[in-house]
């Protein structure tokens, strides 16, 4: 395709680290569906007749038949997807073939390509996101007012209600969402037609081939046109902020199915055994994600390392964008997937929840506000009171709702009976209906609005 200059072929190395057809055949859907929009121009505008321009565009359709059947015989030679598809379309029409590249380069051509694949994988992403989010939401409606406990450093900290911890990761999934939609916004602009690097003088329509091909526009600044690959890199920022979510929950999840916890059952289905103990149910898929997202993580700072040194416009540097990409997206939605499938199927187990959320002294922080409320205490001596209750509570290995008034009178003489009432774990939840906050009422306000936006 460019040997005119050239007296000696490539060293057998050379076409080894020059080669990419071995992953961009990826591209090939994309790449003949950039090259038809071409075509179409070019005919249009004047450049190529009507009868190249119809040859041509079967011509494409037969290449993608023979890719898509698996008959297409790729050539390491020829480089590319973008090579490779063009010499195949020289066999079939012949000459109308050759002229196909004119007011082109591979420059735009690959990062049109390239761009199509990586707008497909966001709406990829956005259903399997979606998807996930409405198992998380159902699982909040169904358990608005199961009380568990909430943690901070692990530890008890105060109950909070099951549905609200869900509704808590279909927050999270929301903004990943709207970053997806975000950085999909910015990326659809059409490079093609931007040529090698300076444009063209040949009188193409930039407009048509950017419409297309579903883009908004085409892309403003020919030099940035072919330099660009931030479309890439959002899309990896935004895959690795959710990957991180998804690696929360997935941590989540393997403590929860545990046996000291007991929170939840995964079903069968997203469970695995042990070979040799019986008794095993495993949480593979949630270690498995958990541990396969660093690849996006890795996918992303090698991407904006390959890009920081480069000079505009074009380097075959650039060429190293596709593996990363690839590999991220087919792990970001493998897990998105996972997940959905895994919180949609799992049994949340209500009881061992209540039983734990009781445990650890979780309402403390209910007497202490109580002491505040009914008392007048300063907080910072109602908490100094609390921490002398449950140091008392735990010498005698019960929970602050087992000591006796007397027991509490010992520690401050105005303590009565009402006291009882903000210590049981559903009063604690039931309390708490400041805006955004755990109490039942306000986990159901939370969950139908998301429902409304999600359907
Ligand atoms: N295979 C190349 C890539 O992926 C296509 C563009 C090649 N352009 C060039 N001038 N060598 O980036």
Same mark, same amino acid.
């Given at each position: ?48 007749? /009507? ?51 004119? +007011? ?6 690959? &990062? ?37 406990? +909430? ?11 099951? +549905? ?18 975000? &950085? ?123 890009? %920081?040194?480069?000079?505009?416009? /074009? ?12 590999? &991220? ?66 010498? %005698? ?37 400041? /805006? ?20």
């Amino acid at each position: 395709m460019w040997g005119g200059r050239f007296a000696e072929g490539p060293d057998a190395i050379m076409e080894a680290i020059n080669a990419s057809i071995g992953f961009d055949r990826r591209l090939a859907p994309q790449d003949i569906a950039g090259s038809r929009a071409h075509a179409a121009m070019l005919a249009a505008t004047g450049i190529l007749s /009507y009868s190249d321009a119809e040859m041509i565009r079967e011509g494409l359709l037969t290449v993608l038949s023979e890719i898509e059947t698996g008959s297409f015989a790729f050539s390491t030679a020829l480089e590319d997807i973008h090579m490779n598809v063009e010499a195949r379309l020289t066999e079939i029409i012949g000459d109308p073939a050759k002229r196909l590249h004119t +007011g082109r380069s591979r420059n735009d051509q690959v &990062a049109t390509d390239f761009r199509l694949w990586v707008r497909e994988q966001c709406d990829m992403a956005e259903d399997a996101l979606l998807a996930l989010m409405r198992a998380c939401l159902d699982q909040a409606e169904a358990g608005a007012d199961w009380v568990m406990p +909430g943690f901070t450093h692990l530890q008890t900290a105060q109950p909070v209600t099951w +549905g609200h911890h869900m509704m808590a990761y279909v927050e999270m999934f929301g903004r990943d969402l709207s970053r997806l939609r975000d &950085a999909r916004t910015r990326m659809n602009e059409c490079p093609l037609g931007a040529a090698a690097l300076a444009g063209t003088s040949f009188p193409i329509d930039r407009q048509m081939t950017a419409e297309a091909l579903g883009f908004a526009a085409p892309c403003a600044n020919s030099l940035d046109a072919v330099s660009d690959r931030d479309f890439a890199l959002e899309y990896l920022a935004v895959a690795s902020i959710s990957a991180m979510h998804l690696s929360r929950l997935a941590e989540e999840l393997v403590i929860w199915s545990s046996a000291q916890f007991r929170f939840v059952r995964l079903s069968d289905r997203w469970s695995t055994g042990s070979s040799i103990m019986p008794q095993k149910r495993n949480p593979d898929a949630a270690e498995l994600l958990r541990a396969k997202l660093g690849r996006i993580f890795g996918a992303n700072v090698a991407l904006m390392t390959v890009m %920081k040194g480069l000079p505009l416009a /074009y380097s075959k540097d650039m060429q190293e964008d596709k593996e990363q990409v690839f590999d &991220a997206a087919d792990n970001w939605l493998l897990a998105l997937r996972a997940m959905g499938g895994m919180v949609a199927d799992m049994t949340a187990n209500r009881d061992a929840l209540r039983a734990a959320a009781a445990s650890g002294f979780s309402t403390a922080t209910d007497l202490a506000d109580w002491l505040v409320r009914a008392l007048g205490l300063p907080f910072r001596e109602a908490h100094h009171v609390t921490g002398a209750l449950v140091a008392m509570a735990e010498a %005698k290995a019960c929970d602050l709702a087992d000591l006796t008034l007397a027991d509490m009178q010992d520690v401050h003489d105005a303590i009565t009976e009402d006291v009882f009432g903000v210590l049981t774990v559903d009063a604690s939840v039931a309390s708490r209906v400041s /805006y955004g906050g755990t109490a039942p009422k306000e986990v159901r306000r939370q969950a139908a609005r998301w429902r409304e936006v999600l359907g």
